[in-house]
C-alpha cells in the first residue's frame, strides 16, 4: 500500500542494546522526520532530512542516529539504548508544497 | 518561531460544533497556521491550515483574526470519532512543534 509505514511497531529491548527504527515512504517526499512522544506528552522532534544524504538535529537528537541513504527510507537507530527512551516513535514525511507532514502508525518502544 | 497557546481540555456535546481558540501573538507576516489532531495512540492527522483568510476543508474551518494573533479551528458537527487532542501550530524551517495542544472530548 502506498503511504508511510513504520516497523515494528512494537519492540522491547534492554538497556545497552542497540535498536534501529525503521519507516518507509512511497510518495518521493522530500522531507522525512523522527519524533518522539513520551506518556501524556506532546511530540518531540529528534531528526530531520530535508533530501536524501541531508540530515539535520532537532530538538532532542543525543542518543540517537539517523540515515538518509535513499530518499523513501529513514531509519532511526539508538546506539546504546536506554530506559529514558522508553516512548513512542513517529515518524512523518512531507512534500516541497506547504507544510503538511503525513505520519506513520508508530513504533512503541520499551527499553528495560 | 511563533509560540501558540491553547486551553489544556475541552468539552463539546455531540452534534454540536466544537470551537477550538488558539493564540499565537507573535506570528510573522508570512507564516501559516497549521491544525493537525492526534486521535488515541495514532499517528497526528493533518487537518487545515491559513494564511490570513478563513479556510474550510471537508474536515473543519479555520477562522483567523484581522491581526492575525489568534484563530479558532471549528469542527461543525462534532461526532464522538473527533475527540482526540488538537495542535495548533505554527512551525518555522519546516520544524513542526506540537505543544501539549487541547484535548477535546466529544460527549453523547
Known amino acids: 500500500d502506498a503511504g508511510i509505514t513504520q516497523s515494528p511497531r512494537y519492540k522491547i529491548t534492554e538497556t545497552g542494546r542497540q535498536v534501529t527504527l525503521m519507516c518507509h515512504q512511497t510518495w518521493s517526499h522530500s522531507y522525512m522526520f523522527w519524533y518522539r512522544q513520551d506518556l501524556g506528552h506532546g511530540l518531540r522532534l529528534i531528526y530531520y532530512?530535508?533530501?536524501?544524504?541531508?540530515?539535520d538535529k532537532g530538538e532532542v537528537p543525543d542518543g540517537y542516529v539517523v540515515s538518509r541513504s535513499k530518499t523513501e527510507n529513514f531509519p532511526l537507530t539508538l546506539e546504546s539504548a536506554t530506559r529514558s527512551q522508553t516512548s513512542v516513535y513517529f515518524c512523518?514525511?512531507?512534500?516541497?508544497?506547504?507544510?503538511?507532514?503525513?505520519f506513520g502508525a508508530g513504533t512503541r518502544l520499551s527499553v528495560l | 518561531d511563533a509560540k501558540t497557546t491553547q486551553p489544556t481540555s475541552m468539552d463539546c456535546a455531540e452534534g454540536r460544533a466544537a470551537n477550538l481558540p488558539c493564540n499565537h501573538s507573535?506570528?510573522?507576516?508570512?507564516?501559516?497556521v497549521y491544525w493537525y489532531r492526534q486521535i488515541h495512540s495514532q499517528g497526528p492527522q493533518y487537518i487545515i491550515h491559513?494564511?490570513?483568510n478563513n479556510e474550510t476543508n471537508e474536515m473543519a474551518s479555520l477562522i483567523i483574526t484581522e491581526d492575525r494573533k489568534s484563530s479558532t479551528l471549528i469542527l461543525p458537527h462534532a461526532t464522538l470519532r473527533d475527540t482526540a487532542v488538537y495542535y495548533c501550530i505554527v512551525p518555522g524551517n519546516n520544524d513542526m512543534r506540537f505543544g501539549a495542544g487541547t484535548r477535546l472530548t466529544v460527549k453523547p
Open positions: 491559513g494564511l490570513k
Open positions: 532530512s530535508a533530501a536524501a544524504d541531508i540530515t
Open positions: 507573535t506570528i510573522s507576516g508570512n507564516e501559516y
Open positions: 512523518a514525511s512531507m512534500g516541497l508544497q506547504g507544510n503538511i507532514q503525513y
